[in-house]
């Protein structure tokens, strides 16, 4: 899988699952500031990841993941 396909798997379950306006995702979107996603809103984004990329995600690698591109990079490096 390479990575476009990996942002549009991100991006559509952010438009879908959460709602976000499709014109605000962008690589250098901040999850929580500029996509508006809370605490719990990265528990389903753990299962999501978990179910359509087939790893698990580590909890203390999460926490370094503060834009989209960050979190393009972690699924593309655990893939």
Do not use: C, P, Q, W
């Not at 962008?26 to 359509?52: M, Q, R, W």
């Not at 790893?55 to 979190?71: A, H, P, S, T, Y």
């Amino acid at each position: 899988m390479d990575r476009s396909e990996i942002k549009k798997i991100v991006n559509d379950f952010l438009i879908e699952e959460f709602e976000i306006d499709k014109d605000t995702i962008n690589d250098e979107a901040h999850l929580i500031n500029d996509l508006g996603l809370e605490s719990l809103d990265f528990v389903d984004i753990v299962v999501i990841i978990e179910k359509d990329f087939g790893f698990k995600v580590k909890r203390e690698e999460m926490i370094n993941v503060r834009v989209l591109n960050d979190l393009y990079d972690y699924i593309e490096k655990n893939l």
